[in-house]
């Protein structure tokens, strides 16, 4: 392959040192088959740019000069003297190696190193091995664990998490089962896509829901009732009349000076005539809270799938902060747990019992807003689930949860 010729200006419009200049002027003369001093420096002025502060400089010097390669040499370095080169610090070495990560997209995918295909993650194995090497900690398990733990997760599960040295953690990422990987990457990929896909599909429909205008009042009214957090019943479509209240009776109130309070009274209410019916959504309304069901995929329980939750939750948080969950804001499922709207338990995820006979410690039960998500997606869309498969609830001593029932 024949090299890119190099013309020197000897100001900023160079590309490149120099000194890089002089090494390739050099490797010119040789290919050429010139090696003759006189010859060398009378040459040296076609790789200069016409007009260029070089060209001047070239054209300001002695007979002597121009006809010596070795006098003119000196007078380059002269002129041009060599830039002092920076040397990295060991901790900023070790942080550049702590900082090479590699990305879930690029895995199974192959690249050009020195001309030759390889696969990513092989590449950036080696490249790897080269700063630990450059930081002198390749025969040390230094920083290993916290390159590792920046894995993509469905690498990280083909490695394993001890390793002795670097040359050991490099080997096992060269040495992955490449059909295991693809497929996994792969998996992974497409999770993300229909992900993606639903989150745009639950923006459309979210779009659609906020400039309905053709609705009558009471219909939207009656909508936003039944998607209110904590409402298992709305109110019904017939009219109804308002309950009457009972006289008013003011209970006396001691006063207290060590607890001065303010003049308040209670009022005893009748109680509701008419049981609150709760009816599921319609329409558009209901498009839109399913999908918001589907938005963050289900993980299994298995180590990597443990990994994708927490990453899930971390980012709810990051993204929402530590708010009570609506029905706007979708949370993660645990890890091998029922279907929402399945009939499981909104505190354990399981079924085969309700939730006020939930037997699961308190340390094991659904985090609170999890236990709130699952009530919510059954409050406005009912048992939509009801025949996806059943979870049981098994404790370390193989004893089975008993009972049966939906949600709460």
Known sequence: MTEETIIFCGDSNDTTS??????????????????????????FKYYLRTGSEADEWYQNLGALEQNSWCLLEAEFNRQWEPVAIVKKTQQEKEQELSKCKLEMDELGKTIKV???????HVAWAAKVLRLAKDAQVEKTNNLIWFVRDNLPSVLK??????????????KAITDVPLE?????AEKER???EDSNKLKIRLQQLERQVATQRTAPVDDLVAQVQRMTIGNNTNQSRAPVAPAQRAPVTPTPITHNPLNPIRNIRYVRQQPRTQQQQRQPLTGEARQLMIARTTLLPQHEDTPSGRIAYDAQVREWLATHGDVRVTEHTPYPLRPGTGMVCSGECFRC???????????????????????????ICFTTLGSMNRNAPRVMVVFADEEESQGNGEGL
């Open 18 to 43: 120099p000194q890089n200049f002089i090494s390739f002027f050099m490797r010119s003369m040789i290919a050429a088959g010139c090696n003759d001093d006189t010859k060398m420096a009378r040459n």
């Open 190 to 192: 497409k999770s993300q």
């Open 114 to 120: 020195g001309g030759l295909d390889t696969y990513t």
């Open 349 to 375: 995820g399981g079924h085969e019992h309700l939730s006020r006979d939930c037997v699961v410690p308190d340390e094991s039960k659904l985090p609170q807003k999890e236990t709130l998500w699952r009530s």
């Open 157 to 170: 599960d083909l490695v394993p998490a001890t390793h002795n040295t670097w040359f050991d953690f490099t």
């Open 180 to 184: 295991k990987l693809k497929e996994k």
